[in-house]
């Protein structure tokens, strides 16, 4: 669960976690700026070539994508030139991808070229782009630029082949970027979209403040946060060789309800807040209390250390994962109630359960406490059974669940898995070690009756699980 913070405009665009629209902070001084662009091609009755200025990571190309979005009744979505399309085929390029005239302005960004010494191309490319733009008033290509040398040699090419017409004064543009007091908001904007909050990340208020004043650009302070987050989750992950944990909590059908409360859609991450909400009162919940009150020791950084999720099984699959690999007394016993193996079955049913969807790489889209469909008394009675075995038979049921996951996920590599894993220490032990494709989960299964299905006893034995791994690994304080 590694936080990527994009820290140029770029890198939302390639993102498919964020969407773009949002994350725009609107600089009204910037936006002025092309609506003086597009007065002067309507002047002069032809297109432009438009240079921005301004220090690296001031926002430069996000300017350009903010006034389509922020002006779009004046113009139209942007047209990004690849930086693959070599300088001498960009003319081509753009007359066999631009758009059709309409009332709006295009704007057409080319970014990623600071430097070329394709004298020769881009004399060729200028020639070509002032024929284009000719026929074209609506265009208005916007080259950003950190060098000064660089500009003053594209100005000057730009005049020597179309004279002021194609770069006029006023297309040299400065880019002012968004100021320092909204660059908190636009970090506020990236974690609503990445589900993420400070505590998270084991970030503090003050640590944030601290990156805005010592940053040049807000750009820079986005890179100083993604810095911030790599030494703190990824860094502190790898050096202390930290295990993923994945919590397994089978219950009645409600146990999916139950378990929406305390995790994240799609990813199954858990939410620091809520367990602690469910369950106050609990010893665990009184403990993270205490411990949330430092950023490096907060219950939601210590679930993004140990990348800890919550998925949840209901009694079908669990039932019926036993009648296919359990031990011979307790699927006699199962008999007794009416459930026989059934491979079918027992596909069908666990392939429906969020633990398959994520062990599969599904994540679950969907967060709802409806209960779907209906449980057979037999099959009612025969989880009944299991679940007040576990206590005492706690490593063959899951073992058995286990061994039907890797049927149906060949990458859930069980048979090669280890069981109640002793990790060293007492009263530390994890239920099962599995690789799962190329990385390793550690798996807490937790068999709830329907009485005790409920979100506060989930988010408590969570809680005090989460407090045995984070004193192991030297995460929290005793």
Same mark, same amino acid.
């Given at each position: 669960?590694?936080?990527?913070?994009?820290?140029?405009?770029?890198?939302?665009?390639?993102?498919? /976690?964020?969407?773009?629209?949002?994350?725009?902070?609107?600089?009204?001084?910037?936006?002025?700026?092309?609506?003086?662009?597009?007065?002067?091609?309507?002047?002069?009755?032809?297109?432009?070539?438009?240079?921005?200025?301004?220090?690296?990571? *001031?926002?430069?190309?996000?300017?350009?994508?903010?006034?389509?979005?922020?002006?779009?009744?004046?113009?139209?979505?942007?047209?990004?030139?690849?930086?693959?399309?070599?300088?001498?085929?960009?003319?081509?390029?753009?007359?066999?991808?631009?758009?059709?005239?309409?009332?709006?302005?295009?704007?057409?960004?080319?970014?990623?070229?600071?430097?070329?010494?394709?004298?020769?191309?881009?004399?060729?490319?200028? &020639?070509?782009?002032?024929?284009?733009?000719?026929?074209?008033?609506?265009?208005?290509?916007?080259?950003?630029?950190?060098?000064?040398?660089?500009?003053?040699?594209?100005?000057?090419?730009?005049?020597?082949?179309?004279?002021?017409?194609?770069?006029?004064?006023?297309?040299?543009?400065?880019?002012?970027?968004?100021?320092?007091? &909204?660059?908190?908001?636009?970090?506020?904007?990236?974690?609503?979209?990445?589900?993420?909050?400070?505590?998270?990340?084991?970030?503090?208020?003050?640590?944030?403040?601290?990156?805005?004043?010592?940053?040049?650009? +807000?750009?820079?302070?986005?890179?100083?946060?993604?810095?911030?987050?790599?030494?703190?989750?990824?860094?502190?992950?790898?050096?202390?060789?930290?295990?993923?944990?994945?919590?397994?909590?089978?219950?009645?059908?409600? +146990?999916?309800?139950?378990?929406?409360?305390?995790? /994240?859609?799609?990813?199954?991450?858990?939410?620091?807040?809520?367990?602690?909400?469910?369950?106050?009162?609990?010893?665990?919940?009184?403990?993270?209390?205490?411990?949330?009150?430092?950023?490096?020791?907060?219950?939601?950084?210590?679930?993004?250390?140990? /990348?800890?999720?919550?998925?949840?099984?209901?009694?079908?699959?669990?039932?019926?994962?036993?009648?296919?690999?359990?031990?011979?007394?307790?699927?006699?016993?199962? /008999?007794?109630?009416?459930?026989?193996?059934?491979? &079918?079955?027992?596909?069908?049913?666990?392939?429906?359960?969020?633990? *398959?969807?994520?062990?599969?790489?599904?994540?679950?889209?969907?967060?709802?406490?409806?209960?779907?469909?209906?449980?057979?008394?037999?099959?009612?009675?025969?989880?009944?059974?299991?679940?007040?075995?576990?206590?005492?038979?706690?490593?063959?049921?899951?073992?058995?669940? *286990?061994?039907?996951?890797?049927?149906?996920?060949?990458?859930?590599?069980?048979?090669?898995?280890?069981?109640?894993?002793?990790?060293?220490?007492?009263?530390?032990? &994890?239920?099962?070690?599995?690789?799962?494709?190329?990385?390793?989960?550690?798996?807490?299964?937790?068999?709830?009756?329907?009485?005790? *299905?409920?979100?506060?006893?989930?988010?408590?034995?969570?809680?005090?699980?989460?407090?045995?791994?984070?004193?192991?690994?030297?995460?929290?304080?005793?």
């Amino acid at each position: 669960m590694t936080v990527k913070i994009p820290t140029r405009f770029e890198h939302i665009l390639g993102d498919d /976690r964020l969407s773009s629209t949002p994350l725009i902070v609107r600089v009204p001084q910037d936006m002025k700026q092309f609506d003086i662009l597009r007065r002067t091609t309507e002047i002069q009755g032809g297109g432009i070539l438009a240079f921005l200025s301004g220090a690296s990571g *001031c926002g430069k190309t996000t300017s350009v994508w903010s006034a389509s979005i922020n002006m779009s009744d004046r113009f139209e979505l942007v047209l990004p030139v690849p930086a693959t399309v070599p300088l001498r085929e960009v003319g081509n390029w753009l007359q066999d991808n631009v758009p059709p005239k309409t009332e709006k302005s295009l704007l057409v960004l080319m970014d990623g070229r600071e430097a070329s010494d394709d004298t020769v191309g881009l004399r060729q490319f200028m &020639a070509t782009l002032n024929q284009l733009l000719r026929g074209r008033p609506d265009m208005i290509v916007c080259w950003p630029t950190t060098s000064e040398e660089w500009k003053q040699e594209l100005i000057s090419m730009a005049q020597m082949v179309g004279g002021s017409s194609l770069t006029p004064n006023s297309a040299n543009v400065t880019i002012s970027g968004p100021p320092k007091d &909204a660059w908190n908001d636009v970090l506020e904007r990236l974690f609503i979209q990445l589900d993420q909050r400070l505590e998270d990340l084991g970030l503090s208020p003050e640590s944030v403040s601290q990156a805005v004043e010592e940053s040049k650009a +807000v750009g820079d302070f986005l890179a100083t946060v993604r810095d911030e987050i790599a030494s703190r989750v990824d860094m502190v992950q790898l050096s202390r060789d930290l295990p993923e944990i994945l919590f397994v909590v089978t219950s009645t059908s409600a +146990v999916v309800g139950e378990a929406n409360r305390l995790r /994240r859609a799609g990813t199954m991450v858990l939410k620091a807040e809520e367990l602690v909400g469910y369950s106050p009162r609990s010893e665990s919940g009184k403990w993270w209390q205490e411990r949330n009150k430092s950023p490096q020791h907060h219950l939601a950084y210590v679930i993004s250390l140990f /990348r800890a999720k919550l998925a949840t099984m209901t009694p079908s699959s669990v039932v019926y994962s036993i009648a296919e690999y359990g031990p011979e007394d307790m699927r006699t016993a199962l /008999r007794d109630k009416g459930i026989s193996k059934s491979p &079918a079955n027992a596909d069908t049913t666990f392939q429906s359960t969020d633990f *398959c969807k994520f062990i599969n790489g599904a994540g679950i889209n969907e967060l709802t406490s409806t209960i779907k469909g209906k449980t057979s008394d037999s099959v009612l009675s025969a989880f009944a059974y299991i679940q007040q075995l576990s206590a005492r038979r706690h490593k063959v049921i899951n073992q058995s669940i *286990c061994a039907l996951a890797e049927k149906n996920v060949p990458g859930f590599a069980a048979s090669s898995g280890t069981f109640e894993v002793d990790l060293g220490e007492q009263d530390t032990y &994890a239920d099962a070690v599995i690789a799962l494709d190329e990385r390793e989960l550690h798996l807490e299964f937790h068999h709830l009756s329907d009485a005790h *299905c409920r979100a506060a006893s989930i988010a408590a034995y969570i809680m005090k699980k989460l407090r045995v791994y984070a004193n192991h690994y030297n995460i929290t304080p005793r």
